[in-house]
């Protein structure tokens, strides 16, 4: 009876930050992952932790939504959830041609918030960019990633640094970077689709 308990003894090791984050979040069973919800996981995370859990914010946003949660990191804006679907599944980047994908939408939904004047909304993508670029940095700076994937992250963080400074010079900045010989000797397989 007792037998399947010793499979388990690898087990006795505890949950890492992610795990734990994943299931704080399980068990909130709320659909929508607010800034209330990220504070609520990150007490519990402090809580079973003690010191060493004491996360960033930022850094839960990240690990929820790569995971498929559907995070609103704002607190002023989208308070309908009118443009839910606009930002869901944004930031699911892997290379530099999803990244690419990503903020050319980014950029479209910048722009017609900015036509229809809906200053909020237009704060909404900025945050979304925002958040690309850290979960972009996390993984750049992350030593356990290989360091091609690293390489290709922190080349992604400079990409959304750009278009959050300067979105109206990003897609030009962007089509003469692809062509700098810098960019071929870093990325030169994994850009030849794009030249």
């Not at 869901?88 to 892997?94: Q, R, T, Y």
């Not at 992250?153 to 700098?180: C, G, H, M, N, Y």
């Amino acid at each position: 009876m007792t037998q399947a308990k010793h499979h388990d003894s690898h087990s006795s090791k505890p949950p890492s930050k992610k795990e734990l984050i994943l299931e704080a979040a399980q068990a909130l069973s709320t659909e929508r992952i607010t800034a209330a919800e990220i504070e609520q996981i990150r007490r519990r995370l402090i809580a079973v932790l003690g010191a060493e859990g004491n996360t960033a914010p930022e850094y839960i946003a990240s690990v929820l939504a790569e995971a498929g949660r559907r995070v609103i990191l704002s607190t002023h804006a989208d308070s309908e959830g009118r443009y839910e679907e606009e930002f869901h599944d944004l930031l699911h980047f892997s290379n530099l041609e999803e990244a690419e994908m990503c903020l050319i939408r980014l950029d479209e939904l910048f722009r017609k918030f900015h036509k229809e004047g809906d200053r909020a909304a237009q704060e909404r993508v900025r945050e979304v960019g925002a958040l690309g670029r850290r979960r972009a940095e996390m993984i750049a700076r992350n030593h356990k990633v290989e360091p091609a994937k690293r390489a290709e992250k922190e080349e992604i963080a400079q990409w959304f640094a750009i278009w959050l400074q300067t979105p109206d010079a990003f897609f030009d900045w962007l089509e003469v970077r692809k062509q700098s010989s810098d960019y071929e000797r870093r990325f030169g397989a994994s850009s030849a689709a794009g030249a």
